[in-house]
């Protein structure tokens, strides 16, 4: 085992949050030991290039708020940005098409649901919601769709999640929130933040922290680093490993075991889940769907009965790729190591949502990609959202203990921010903040 020298900070995770407050702190003049498990930074950021196409293709983390630190981050280094504009095409059982915004579908239902919270003193799960609110069968079309964008976009379980926590985030950050793309890649942004750390922040990759001992101004964390057991030692310390990794028991490859336990967040860890995406990118000779009747506007479009009941483009809409997505409970139920299946589910899905046959989108298709963030060892899941009865979970696992040690990362990103470029990176900010003041008060 070999002994390092102390630093003052120590931050587990180069992702987003852990760059965000390496560089702050790095700023403030404190000293900085990053240590990333991947041999990659990024986190769930990940952005793949293909030789025959103009444009990166994401894995992971995508879409940039309309305002914010990640936006005025991006514009500042002058980095190209290209806004989504289009239309949201959605395929109906009976095989018709229709056009409409991205959630003014269900709007009405979500009013529905805000006037009986007004009078109710708790919280429900959506489906619990819907049940005592929604149940008039003129809202029957409205609430399937509800359920489609819960599971797709917030990649949710309906069942459990907080419709108090959905309501927030439908005001705040709603889908329409986020309509930008970096034309660089979403690895643009860690990028910068990595460009921007000081020469006191040390970063290692491969570097597998599985034992945090703390207490009040000391910190231990033992690391798996290049086959060698190193032990790091600080005054303080920041976690920003995925929520998944958090929950999970201590023995499980990619989490981590504390002395002590962090008791006082158990009940946060309780009220927080990890939603589950499976992304497939499929590359054609041409972008033949524009040509398709409903489709020459085509941002987005849906089929929400398929295994697949997402998809959109890129920018420029020339491209001649799709971007398809699954998420949620049924997310866990496809098996991904199988990619004769898989393609095959993507392709049933594509077509039908463009309304046509399965042999022509076989017939374009050049080349294809995936990724499933549940069998990334250091993810575990693609981002968090908040059960029934958990709109304080986040804030409550951010808070620091004993000025010493805390935890950022999405998860702890509330008003919305959550599964966010956004929120990783504010929280990344609010958890460097929160120890220089314990550092100097």
């Given amino acids: 085992m070999t002994k390092n020298e102390r630093t003052d900070v120590i931050i587990i995770g180069a992702g987003l949050a852990g760059l965000a407050a390496a560089e702050r702190l790095g700023a403030a003049g404190r000293t900085v030991v990053l240590l990333e498990a991947r041999d990659r930074i990024g986190g769930r950021v990940l952005t793949h290039h293909e030789p025959d196409l103009p444009v990166a293709i994401e894995l992971g983390a995508e879409w940039i708020g309309n305002s914010g630190a990640v936006h005025e981050l991006l514009v500042l280094h002058e980095a190209p940005l290209r806004v989504a504009r289009g239309a949201h095409v959605m395929r109906l059982s009976d095989g018709s098409a229709v056009t409409d915004d991205a959630d003014s579908g269900f709007t009405r239902l979500l009013q529905r649901l805000r006037v009986g919270l007004a009078t109710f003193a708790g919280d429900l799960t959506l489906y619990e919601a819907l049940e005592r609110w929604c149940t008039d069968p003129a809202l029957f079309e409205e609430t399937e769709m509800l359920i489609g964008y819960v599971q797709g976009f917030h990649a949710a379980d309906p069942s459990r999640m907080s419709v108090r926590w959905l309501l927030e985030v439908e005001s705040t ?235 950022a990362g999405e998860a702890t990103a509330g008003h919305g921010f959550n599964a966010t470029m956004e929120g990783a990176v504010r929280s990344g900010h609010r958890a460097a903040d929160a120890l220089l003041d314990a550092a100097q008060g």
């Fill in 173 to 407: 950050q709603s889908a329409n929130a986020s309509e930008f793309r970096c034309a660089a890649g979403a690895m643009h942004i860690v990028h910068i933040l990595q460009q921007s750390l000081s020469s006191s922040c040390t970063l290692h990759v491969n570097a597998v922290a599985h034992e945090v001992r703390w207490r009040a101004g000391h910190v231990d964390v033992d690391v798996m680093q290049n086959d060698e057991l190193r032990t790091y030692t600080a005054s303080q310390l920041i976690v920003t490993i995925p929520l998944a990794l958090l929950q999970a028991k201590p023995d499980l490859d990619g989490a981590i075991r504390f002395e002590p336990p962090l008791s006082s967040k158990r009940d946060a860890l309780k009220h927080l889940a990890m939603g589950q995406a499976i992304r497939v990118v499929l590359m054609f000779d041409t972008p033949f769907w524009q040509s398709l009747p409903d489709m020459s506007d085509m941002l987005f479009v849906h089929a929400f009965e398929q295994p697949f009941p997402t998809w959109w483009r890129f920018e420029p809409a020339s491209t001649p790729a799709l971007v398809g997505w699954l998420a949620g409970p049924a997310a866990s139920e496809i098996d991904t190591t199988n990619d004769t299946l898989l393609l095959d589910l993507a392709v049933q899905s594509l077509a039908h949502a463009l309304g046509v046959e399965m042999g022509e989108v076989y017939a374009r298709l050049q080349t294809w990609l995936m990724h499933d963030w549940s069998r990334d060892a250091f993810a575990r899941g693609a981002y968090t959202y908040v059960l029934s009865g958990g709109l304080a979970a986040h804030a409550a696992l951010g808070k620091v203990l004993d000025g010493t040690l805390v935890i």
